[in-house]
């Protein structure tokens, strides 16, 4: 940033050295330099990028809404989230500026709705659990990747989801999942997708071993988004 013809630079940072003669505060130019760094501690000094540390419960409740100069209490509203094909309503919690009505929701507030909203559709709709999903893959023998393809190719990633509790199957997915205890259905499905069943003796010894993928999971672009 320069000012005038002059060859002065200012550096826009939180602190300024003392203003050289004759940019005193008296003068016109001095008047303006003096402006603009208080104008610069006023609108930049406390802004720190969003992110997940920033956007916390703590960080918020009774914090200074900037815009307004009011404070931001915490309030509750009902919604209706949306996962898989599915809804449940849940209480979410939020923050809002007693002054002049802004809105904000954290990333934990956000999570904790989802994962309320994830509790009631299972319990609702009857799903397995994580670690039935998890206990059903090794029982029969099979890898992460097996076992995706045996439903229908699905993502590799978002059957390792489901066991982690990070994605929540659908109806259909559940249905067929429990399909694959009874041993024809097995069988067949194994046949339909080119996968090979390891012999009783060899899916024992699995089970015993611990089967384990080290493969990444799928990307972001497979999850369920969030709907309120």
């Given at each position: 940033m320069r000012i005038g013809a002059g060859a002065l630079t200012l550096e826009c940072r939180a602190k300024f050295g003392e203003l050289p003669?004759?940019?005193s505060r008296g003068s016109a130019i001095g008047g303006v330099l003096a402006t603009l760094r208080?104008?610069?501690r006023e609108c930049f000094t406390p802004f720190v990028p969003l992110s997940r540390n920033v956007m916390s419960l703590a960080s918020l409740e009774g914090s200074l809404?900037?815009?307004?100069?009011?404070?931001?209490?915490?309030?509750?509203e009902q919604v209706t989230i949306r996962l898989s094909g599915m809804g449940a309503e849940v209480t979410r919690e939020f923050f809002k500026c007693?002054?002049?009505?802004?809105?904000?929701?954290t990333i934990?507030?956000?999570d904790a709705a989802e994962k309320q909203a994830t509790d009631l559709i299972r319990t609702e709709h009857g799903l397995l659990l994580p670690k039935e999903i998890k206990q059903l893959r090794e029982s029969i023998g099979l890898t992460s990747a097996q076992l995706a393809d045996l439903c229908y190719g699905t993502p590799k990633g978002i059957v390792a989801g489901w066991e982690k509790g990070r994605y929540l199957q659908n109806?259909?997915?559940?249905?067929l999942l429990r399909s694959l205890r009874d041993p024809e259905t097995l069988e067949f499905r194994a046949s339909r997708a080119g996968v090979v069943l390891p012999a009783p003796a060899e899916a024992a010894a699995l089970i015993a071993a611990?089967?384990?993928?080290?493969?990444?999971d799928a990307a972001s672009s497979e999850t369920t988004p969030l709907e309120d």
């Open positions: 003669e004759p940019f208080q104008g610069y809404h900037r815009g307004c100069g009011g404070r931001y209490t915490l309030h509750t007693e002054k002049c009505g802004h809105e904000q929701r934990e507030q956000r109806r259909e997915a559940d249905a611990g089967v384990s993928d080290s493969e990444p």
